[in-house]
């Protein structure tokens, strides 16, 4: 499956002499989480634009919200098994993204969340985090797309593809007097990398920190998603 990286994403924050030199808080280092959360958002509202019946074209599974249940999970599975021809797509680690209101009503099945049913679902009642159901695992997707009632999208880890790089490293150049701290980050859990720059503007007396990297998304095995939609 060919990716290509086209998009350079970004995001920068700076703080001035008075307010770096008035605090002994670790201003930059606050900043961290929100500044990775918001290139993953970025990342992940491009996967989930992907997610058409454009670009997924087996019949969506239709549901109304009242009605979606532990069963409905089954027929998203059913559906990837049985579908167009050769489609198999019932095997290996399945994620099925959930708006809220779907979510929600998932987690109203006593046969998923009730213990004396299923051991794993008894401590959903408290964290609100859902066990596996019928081979998935539900994740809230509160971003996902509503674009022609979709509430939810069933697939496997081969139905969507991205690739990362990072950007040049425009600062640190042999020959060249540094101008900036450039450094790579790397996230133990997704193994995902930014670049971190931090340099500063002696005429504005601003010193700045940016997270940079560079990916691209496509569809992959579309045989592999799953629409779910609403029926009403």
Not at 12 to 19: D, K, L, R, T, W
Request: glycine share 10%; with cysteine; charged share 10%.
């Amino acid at each position: 499956m060919a990716v290509t990286i086209n998009l350079h994403k970004c995001i920068q924050v700076a703080f001035n002499a008075n307010e770096l030199a008035g605090t002994r808080r670790l201003l930059f280092g606050e900043q961290d989480e929100a500044m990775h959360y918001a290139l993953g958002k970025d990342l992940m509202d491009a996967l989930y634009a992907l997610m058409t019946t454009t670009n997924f074209t087996e019949t969506p599974t239709s549901v109304a919200q009242v009605d979606f249940a532990r069963k409905s999970v089954i027929a998203v599975g059913t559906a990837m098994q049985t579908g167009s021809a050769n489609r198999n797509a019932n095997t290996g680690l399945r994620t099925l993204l959930l708006n809220p209101d779907y979510y929600g009503q998932l987690a109203e099945d006593i046969t998923i969340v009730g213990s004396a049913n299923n051991p794993a679902g008894g401590s959903a009642i408290g964290s609100g985090m859902l066990p596996m159901v019928h081979g998935f695992l539900p994740v809230e997707a509160p971003n996902l797309p509503t674009t022609g009632n979709m509430t939810g999208f069933g697939m496997r880890s081969d139905a969507l593809a991205m690739a990362m790089a990072l950007p040049f490293e425009y600062a640190n150049q042999p020959g060249v007097p540094c101008t900036a701290l450039q450094q790579v980050i790397s996230n133990p859990d997704t193994g995902l990398s930014v670049q971190v720059t931090m340099f500063v503007d002696h005429l504005l007396g601003l010193c700045y920190m940016r997270l940079a990297w560079m990916y691209g998304v496509a569809k992959a095995n579309i045989k592999s998603g799953q629409i779910v939609r609403s029926s009403a």
